[in-house]
């Protein structure tokens, strides 16, 4: 189950092996019973049909069906979370990035591949000190700090626009359009050390315009 639940079911899916076929868009009322007596239902939809199985797609956590399913101890709870998700390959963390829990996510937030952050930010549950991670991250990317600049909600948060301005991976165009909106006293700090010879001028000529 643990194998079913890191392959398929954390994604939303399921192989249930039966010798049965049912046309696609099916909708079942799916029951499984662990091993020591767990009991989880849930409403599923046939997805295709396997060679000895149905792929279905669902509806309930997958998360929560394991823990229906298979309660835990505290070394399969670590073995469920942090092991299970860097046991994953890159496809399949690009995949749960985006609908992650905390935990999850803060797995995925240290992984060293541009995608997987990239995916992080499309997940609806993540949190301004997140964001500000991977505003930080040595991994982020054009492509991460174009999202993260187009997202009114983050970039109000300062904590975020000084991350990405003091990130050196961020671009440069983007590093110049964050310093006006910046407190005097943050220009001060990039005019001294900005990331680049631009962006140090830019603030510079700030400073020097209010005076």
């Known amino acids: 189950m643990r194998e079913e639940h890191r392959a398929n079911l954390s994604f939303g899916a399921l192989r249930l092996p039966t010798a049965e076929t049912l046309p696609p868009d099916s909708v079942l ?15 599923a939809t046939v997805v295709g049909t396997l060679p000895d199985a149905l792929a279905l797609s669902v509806d309930r956590d997958g998360d929560e069906i394991l823990a229906l399913l298979l309660p835990a101890t505290p070394q399969s709870q670590t073995q469920t979370g942090w092991d299970r998700v ?3 390959s890159q496809t399949e963390k ?9 935990s999850e996510r803060s797995v995925l937030l240290q992984d060293n591949d541009p995608r997987v952050l990239l995916s992080v930010l499309r997940n609806p549950r993540l949190t301004i000190d997140e964001v500000t991670r991977i505003a930080k ?7 991460i ?20 301005i003091h ?9 110049l359009r964050i310093l006006p909106t910046l407190p005097d006293a943050e220009v001060r700090t990039i005019a ?20």
């Open 29 to 43: 009322l799916l029951t499984l019973r662990g091993p020591g007596g767990g009991e989880a239902v849930s409403k």
């Open 86 to 88: 860097r046991g994953l």
């Open 94 to 102: 690009i995949l749960l990035a985006s609908k992650a829990d905390r």
């Open 137 to 143: 991250s040595s991994y982020l990317t054009y492509q």
């Open 145 to 164: 700090a174009d999202v993260i600049m187009k997202t009114g909600q983050w970039m109000a948060g300062l904590d975020v626009r000084l991350a990405l």
């Open 167 to 175: 990130n050196p991976k961020t671009p440069q165009q983007f590093a």
């Open 192 to 211: 001294r050390s900005g990331t680049s010879v631009a962006l140090k001028q830019a603030a510079l000529r700030r400073l020097q315009g209010r005076t």
